[in-house]
Every structure is written in structure tokens, then in C-alpha cells.
């Protein structure tokens, strides 16, 4: 069969989604075509002569684009067999996506969408968190890594790749898809495997390695021996890594990981409101967040969190103390705006749903936000979330420098909680590396990505 994989959207990186699926495709004998919308146009053409289209969907940002696409396909092309694949596509079971894809296929689905290439038959969703073999990514039916998002540092930008060495997670954070999907297992990748994409990317250019793994030490000895194998075959790649904050704090081994060329940390802070982060189950509090970047600092590795300012709950003093604690940390050089105004996500299955505090404030499931909607009691925070958000859409659309942006957003929050907005003062903040792409996992398209997926000879 001659089978089309289509990424929309992979946080800026080379879709890994594309490429593993298209090894293990290749494999069953399969011929493999490949689209990524983040940075090439739909072209009709590239349909021509498939017999399936299978669209990746990692992230809530790539299941609403691949919904959009999956439609266009579905009109001009009725007649071909359309599967979501990936995280998100437990959403599969929504009618709206029903009504244009023909199955879904939910975390480990590399042995599924095999399966289904061989046949295209009908089938219902199906939900794997097993073991499954995996094959060194190809790389080759992509565009190349100079198409995709940079290291930026140093004023320079170098060439990044993105690998993953395990998938799934220990944890059960409420907020998270992960383990709705998982349930508290996660499955690691063969570090042969590893070392093998990583060679690859490394013949494309990359000089800059991102382990994208929900949380890279969910198996530390495991990560341990990849980040070591990885170094050793090429010992001046750099790394960034995504650890949850009591791992930061468990780990006894961040002056190896320094001298192994770890950069950067992006870690999953959320909140500063101690309430906030019980009832998201993250397992830390504001004071575990300040020693983090104590610890990662003392070893100069630097950290970059990620923030989710706007739950049901939220009031403006804790967007105010979220501002608050990335000045006295000195973060704001490793803040992205977009973060500032996300809302929280509720797709169906969501953990959250558990709570009291959310069940009680959300509407009927809206098919086509995938998502529950929810206002907050106090409408002046929803209004602040969409002025932090418009901001951070502006500036990047705009090219408006980030912390100009943040600068905008820090001064509506304090007008917001009734403060004089002239302390939002930042000043020159310490220089963090970080990649250039600046969007996020759990926001809304942007009318850009939309553009490109449904215009016709659009970008």
C-alpha cells in the first residue's frame, strides 16, 4: 500500500510522529509519502495515487489542525481511508472526528496503523499502552532540519533534532493526557534506537539534541545510559530535557548531566498557588519550584518552566504571583508569552473531570474546541486570560520582541488584581537558551496554522 503520513504540527521539531511510523511502515513493506503542514502547503497532488492517509496528533494544537485537514481530504477525496494516530486521537471516539476519519489509533500505535496499512479495513478505536519494537526513524521523507525551529544562543542559532527515548509516564497529573492514556506506565525506547536517530539528524546538520519524553527521568538509569551513549558517539551535541520538578529535586546527577552538554530543563511549574498544584496532582509547591532552579543553576544548567495561569479556580493574585516569582527567579528570559494566557484543556477522558471544582463550572463537550468549555465565576479573569492571550498572539505575529510582550501582559495583570502597573519593570534579564520556536502544546491554532492547512496555495 501506498500510504500518506501527515504531521500539522510537532511544538517547531522534524514530526518524530512521521518518521518512526514511516520506518515501521517501510518495514511491513509499504510505501511512504510524507506532509508536513507546519512548514510546506497542502497539496492536493501529493494525494495522488495513496491508497490511506494516517494524520499524527501528539497534541491538542495538531488534533484541532488535523480535524481541519482530515475535512479538506475527506471533500476532495472521498473515496481514501483516513486514521488519526498518536495521544490525542482518543478523542477519536468524538462524532465530529468520526465524521471524518475512520479510526484512531491511541499510544502505542505503531503496530495498529501497521495493521490497518495492510488491510484498510474499518475498525474502532483502539487504545495501546503495551510494549512495542521500535525502528530507527526515517528521517529521509521529511523536509530538512534547517526548515524546522533552532537552538538560539549565544546570539547564534544552531540546527536542532528532536528524539524521544521513552514514551507514556509514572505520573498521573490531572491536567496531563498522558496518562489517560497510560495510566501511570511508560515504555523506553532501545537506546541503539536512540543513538541511531540521533546520528541520523546529526548527518542533517543538527548540533543540538531535544529529548522531547514527557519526563526524561521517569527511568533515570535508563536515561542515564542514553544520554551517555548519545554523548559518547558525539561529545559536543548539547541537550535540553523535560524533567518534572521532584525529579529535579530527587536526582543526585546534574553535575554529570552538565558535563554531558545538558543546556536547559523545561519543567512543568503550572502555578504558584500550593491549592492549585494539589489539585492538579503535580506533586511539588512553589518552594520545590524555587529550589529547582537553585539546584539545576548551581550545576549551570538553566531551566525553562512552563506555566497553565488560567484554571476554573484561578484568581487574578495568582496570575500576579506567577509575574511575582518569575522576576524574584530572574525567568523572564526563559518565559514564552503564549504561556501567560493558556487556559486550561478539559478533552474528554481528562482527569480533572474527577473534581468538584471543575465539574461544577464546565458546559456540554464542545466537538468542535475538543474540549469542555468552562467559564470562570469572576468574568473578568476569562477577559484577562483572552488579553494575555491576544497579546502573545500580537507580538508573535507581529515579531514584537518577548519581552516587550511579557512586559504588556505583567502590566494588565497588575491593573487586573488593582496594583499600580508600573512596577512591571524587567529589566535585562540573565540570557537562557532556548529554541526559537515559541508556541506551545496546549494552545489554540493560530489563524497562521489554520491558513496553512486550509487555504489553497496558502504561505
Given at each position: 500500500?501506498r500510504?500518506l503520513?501527515?504531521?500539522?504540527?510537532?511544538?517547531?521539531?522534524q514530526?518524530?510522529h512521521?518518521?518512526?511510523?514511516a520506518a515501521?511502515?517501510?518495514?511491513?513493506g509499504?510505501e511512504?509519502?510524507?506532509?508536513?503542514?507546519?512548514?510546506?502547503d497542502?497539496?492536493?497532488?501529493r494525494?495522488?495515487?495513496?491508497?490511506?492517509?494516517?494524520?499524527?496528533?501528539?497534541?491538542?494544537?495538531?488534533m484541532?489542525?488535523g480535524v481541519?485537514?482530515?475535512?479538506?481530504i475527506?471533500?476532495?477525496?472521498?473515496e481514501l481511508?483516513?486514521v488519526?494516530?498518536?495521544?490525542?486521537a482518543?478523542?477519536?471516539?468524538?462524532p465530529?472526528?468520526g465524521?471524518?476519519?475512520?479510526?484512531a489509533f491511541?499510544g502505542?500505535?505503531e503496530?495498529?496503523?501497521?495493521?490497518w496499512a495492510?488491510?484498510?479495513?474499518?475498525?474502532?478505536?483502539?487504545?495501546?499502552?503495551?510494549?512495542?519494537?521500535f525502528?530507527?526513524?526515517?528521517?529521509?521523507v521529511l523536509?530538512p532540519?534547517?526548515?524546522?525551529a533552532r537552538?538560539?544562543?549565544g546570539?547564534?542559532r544552531?540546527?536542532?533534532g528532536?528524539v524521544?527515548?521513552?514514551?507514556?509516564?509514572?505520573?498521573r497529573?490531572?491536567?496531563?493526557?498522558?496518562?489517560?492514556?497510560?495510566?501511570?506506565?511508560?515504555?523506553?525506547v532501545?537506546?541503539?534506537?536512540?543513538?541511531?536517530?540521533?546520528?541520523?539528524?546529526?548527518?542533517?546538520?543538527?548540533t543540538?539534541?531535544?529529548f522531547?519524553d514527557?519526563?526524561f527521568?521517569?527511568a533515570?538509569v535508563?536515561a542515564?545510559?542514553v544520554?551517555?551513549?548519545?554523548?559518547?558517539?558525539?561529545?559536543?551535541l548539547?541537550f535540553?530535557?523535560?524533567?518534572?520538578?521532584?525529579h529535579?529535586?530527587?536526582f543526585?546527577h546534574?553535575?554529570?548531566?552538565a558535563?554531558?552538554?545538558?543546556?536547559?530543563v523545561?519543567?512543568?511549574?503550572?502555578?504558584?498557588?500550593?491549592?492549585?498544584l494539589?489539585?492538579?496532582?503535580?506533586g511539588h509547591?512553589?518552594?520545590?519550584?524555587?529550589r529547582?532552579?537553585?539546584?539545576l543553576?548551581?550545576?549551570?544548567?538553566?531551566i525553562?518552566?512552563t506555566?497553565l495561569?488560567?484554571?476554573p479556580?484561578?484568581?487574578p493574585?495568582?496570575?500576579?504571583?506567577i509575574?511575582?516569582?518569575?522576576?524574584?527567579?530572574?525567568?523572564?528570559?526563559a518565559?514564552?508569552p503564549?504561556?501567560?494566557g493558556?487556559?486550561?484543556?478539559?478533552p474528554a477522558g481528562?482527569l480533572?473531570l474527577e473534581l468538584?471544582?471543575?465539574?461544577?463550572?464546565?458546559?456540554?463537550?464542545?466537538?468542535?474546541?475538543?474540549?469542555?468549555?468552562?467559564?470562570n465565576?469572576d468574568?473578568?479573569?476569562?477577559?484577562?486570560?483572552q488579553r494575555l492571550?491576544?497579546?502573545?498572539?500580537d507580538?508573535?505575529?507581529?515579531?514584537?520582541?518577548?519581552?516587550?510582550t511579557?512586559t504588556?501582559?505583567?502590566r494588565t495583570?497588575?491593573?487586573a488584581a488593582?496594583e499600580?502597573?508600573?512596577?512591571a519593570?524587567i529589566?535585562?534579564?540573565?540570557?537562557?537558551?532556548?529554541?526559537?520556536?515559541?508556541w506551545f502544546?496546549?494552545?489554540?491554532?493560530t489563524?497562521?496554522?489554520?491558513?496553512?492547512?486550509?487555504?489553497?496555495?496558502?504561505?
Amino acid at each position: 500500500m501506498r500510504i500518506l503520513l501527515i504531521s500539522t504540527y510537532e511544538l517547531g521539531h522534524q514530526p518524530l510522529h512521521v518518521a518512526s511510523p514511516a520506518a515501521r511502515l517501510r518495514h511491513e513493506g509499504h510505501e511512504v509519502v510524507a506532509l508536513d503542514l507546519a512548514v510546506e502547503d497542502f497539496d492536493p497532488g501529493r494525494l495522488d495515487g495513496c491508497d490511506g492517509v494516517a494524520i499524527s496528533v501528539p497534541m491538542h494544537t495538531a488534533m484541532r489542525l488535523g480535524v481541519e485537514v482530515a475535512g479538506r481530504i475527506r471533500a476532495e477525496r472521498p473515496e481514501l481511508p483516513i486514521v488519526f494516530y498518536g495521544l490525542y486521537a482518543a478523542v477519536g471516539r468524538d462524532p465530529a472526528v468520526g465524521a471524518v476519519a475512520d479510526h484512531a489509533f491511541v499510544g502505542e500505535y505503531e503496530g495498529a496503523l501497521a495493521a490497518w496499512a495492510a488491510t484498510l479495513d474499518a475498525a474502532p478505536v483502539v487504545v495501546d499502552a503495551g510494549r512495542t519494537p521500535f525502528l530507527a526513524p526515517a528521517r529521509d521523507v521529511l523536509p530538512p532540519l534547517d526548515r524546522y525551529a533552532r537552538l538560539e544562543i549565544g546570539g547564534e542559532r544552531r540546527i536542532a533534532g528532536y528524539v524521544e527515548a521513552s514514551h507514556g509516564c509514572r505520573h498521573r497529573c490531572r491536567h496531563c493526557p498522558v496518562p489517560v492514556v497510560y495510566d501511570g506506565r511508560m515504555r523506553t525506547v532501545a537506546i541503539d534506537v536512540t543513538v541511531a536517530d540521533v546520528a541520523s539528524q546529526v548527518e542533517m546538520g543538527a548540533t543540538h539534541i531535544t529529548f522531547g519524553d514527557p519526563d526524561f527521568l521517569n527511568a533515570p538509569v535508563h536515561a542515564r545510559r542514553v544520554l551517555d551513549a548519545v554523548h559518547t558517539t558525539f561529545p559536543d551535541l548539547t541537550f535540553d530535557l523535560t524533567v518534572k520538578v521532584s525529579h529535579i529535586l530527587e536526582f543526585d546527577h546534574w553535575d554529570e548531566m552538565a558535563r554531558r552538554n545538558v543546556l536547559f530543563v523545561i519543567s512543568a511549574f503550572e502555578s504558584t498557588d500550593d491549592a492549585t498544584l494539589r489539585l492538579l496532582d503535580k506533586g511539588h509547591t512553589a518552594a520545590d519550584m524555587a529550589r529547582s532552579v537553585e539546584i539545576l543553576r548551581r550545576e549551570g544548567i538553566e531551566i525553562r518552566p512552563t506555566w497553565l495561569p488560567f484554571v476554573p479556580w484561578t484568581e487574578p493574585s495568582h496570575v500576579r504571583d506567577i509575574f511575582t516569582f518569575i522576576a524574584e527567579h530572574d525567568l523572564f528570559g526563559a518565559t514564552d508569552p503564549v504561556q501567560m494566557g493558556l487556559r486550561l484543556l478539559l478533552p474528554a477522558g481528562s482527569l480533572l473531570l474527577e473534581l468538584d471544582e471543575v465539574r461544577t463550572r464546565i458546559g456540554p463537550y464542545d466537538p468542535d474546541a475538543l474540549t469542555y468549555p468552562w467559564r470562570n465565576p469572576d468574568p473578568e479573569v476569562d477577559a484577562l486570560q483572552q488579553r494575555l492571550a491576544d497579546l502573545a498572539a500580537d507580538g508573535a505575529d507581529r515579531g514584537i520582541p518577548a519581552l516587550e510582550t511579557l512586559t504588556a501582559q505583567w502590566r494588565t495583570v497588575l491593573e487586573a488584581a488593582g496594583e499600580n502597573p508600573d512596577r512591571a519593570v524587567i529589566g535585562t534579564p540573565r540570557p537562557v537558551p532556548g529554541l526559537t520556536e515559541s508556541w506551545f502544546c496546549c494552545a489554540e491554532p493560530t489563524e497562521t496554522q489554520r491558513d496553512r492547512v486550509t487555504t489553497p496555495g496558502c504561505c
